[in-house]
């Protein structure tokens, strides 16, 4: 994998599914309602779920280049009908890789936020400080999780996929945003990661997915279960110490924030369409990559923007710290919509 920097985003009765992981059969634990969080009850259902690099990335299981990566709900490689199948599935493990080191770009600004709110807290609330310290444990893992992938990845494609960076000069720039906007960005991607798996992964018996990529998948998705409730109590504390004013800053930063996210998104799809040209030796005519784009675009707005914005627990955390901007969320979210998707609020939870 290459990472290039890019002007002016500075980029850089329930059975197991096919590709369940049965050498983990572990179940993440969802907290309800908001009001229910603690800090002691998070910090007791991540250690149950906690788990190990070597339990995925142990050597013995590898990607299979055989098999699509993405669900077709995220991907939509199927939307794009004169790609030939071959370049259908190279599409989609393109996006499968680019969609890891999206991951990645956020969990860099995780550890370095939690890490300051464990500042803040100081010795208030030690049963915070271990919940906290154990959540950006978890999230270093994930980071390194990703890299083991996108190593493999690089290996075992075929040719050369670029991707925004670099990822730590993206991350210092996200983390010069108001704190609370930064929580906020991280709050509704940990809900979207929610809703990607439950919905589109777990109980997809309709396509046949590279099973260590969706191991993968749930894996994380175990931990960031947790991760969320972590989140939310975030952003009630922070929210609880600022003054209208500066409630206000932070909601508007992290519009703004949505917006330097979606540049970047726009960035990886021209990135990504050049990865597809090389992976599959084809010469695009200008009208094809054209298609290409305009539908690679909605798709990624889609994904990492507008299925967040719209989940249902991120809408109840944003309009108790904001009530007055919740239209101003939806509108947002309305632009940032694939539009066969566009009005579903699901709270990602019951793959529903």
């Known amino acids: 994998m290459t990472v290039v920097s890019l002007s002016p985003f500075k980029l850089a009765n329930h059975k197991e599914p096919p590709h369940a992981d049965p050498l983990h059969p572990m179940t993440a634990i969802i907290f309800p309602q908001v009001s229910t969080y603690s800090y002691g009850q998070v ?16 050597g013995d299981r590898r990607i299979d280049f055989t098999k699509r990566f993405m669900p077709e ?22 996006r499968g890789n680019s969609y890891l080191h999206i991951f990645s770009l956020v969990e860099e600004c995780i550890v370095p936020t939690v890490v300051d709110h464990v500042r803040h807290l100081g010795s208030s609330d030690w049963v915070a400080v271990q919940a906290l310290l154990h959540f950006a444990e978890e999230e270093g893992k994930h980071i390194r999780l990703f890299r083991g992938f996108a190593e493999e990845f690089e290996q075992g494609f075929g040719s050369r996929c670029e991707t925004i960076g670099p990822v730590h000069e993206i991350a210092d720039l996200v983390l010069q945003h108001h704190p609370l906007s930064v929580i906020l960005m991280i709050l509704y991607v940990e809900w979207m990661t929610q809703r990607h798996y439950l919905e589109s992964v777990r109980d997809n018996y ?12 749930r ?3 175990l931990e960031e279960a947790q991760h969320t409730a972590l989140d939310t109590l975030m952003v009630e504390q922070v929210a609880a110490d600022l003054d209208e004013a500066g409630i206000a800053a932070g909601i508007e930063d992290f519009f703004k924030l949505i917006k330097f996210l ?13 990865s597809l040209v ?8 200008e009208a094809e990559r054209q298609a290409i ?60």
């Open 293 to 352: 784009q305009a539908v690679q675009e909605r798709a990624y707005r889609w994904t990492f923007i507008g299925s967040g914005l719209v989940h249902n627990h991120f809408v109840k955390t944003f309009s108790s710290v904001s009530p007055a901007n919740c239209d101003r969320l939806m509108a947002v979210a309305r632009t940032h919509s694939y539009a066969a998707d566009w009005g579903s609020t699901a709270d990602g939870e019951n793959g529903a």
């Open 206 to 217: 309709l396509e046949t997915l590279d099973v260590q990529f969706c191991s993968l998948l």
């Open 43 to 58: 910090l007791q259902s991540s250690l149950k779920v906690n788990w190990r690099i070597e339990d995925i990335l142990n």
């Open 278 to 285: 090389r992976a599959t030796d084809r010469a695009y005519t």
């Open 219 to 221: 894996h994380h998705w």
């Open 73 to 94: 709900t995220l991907a939509r490689v199927n939307d794009i009908p004169f790609l030939s199948s071959y370049e259908k599935l190279k599409l989609n493990q393109i």
């Open 262 to 274: 979606n540049r970047g998104l726009m960035a990886q799809v021209q990135l990504d369409l050049e």
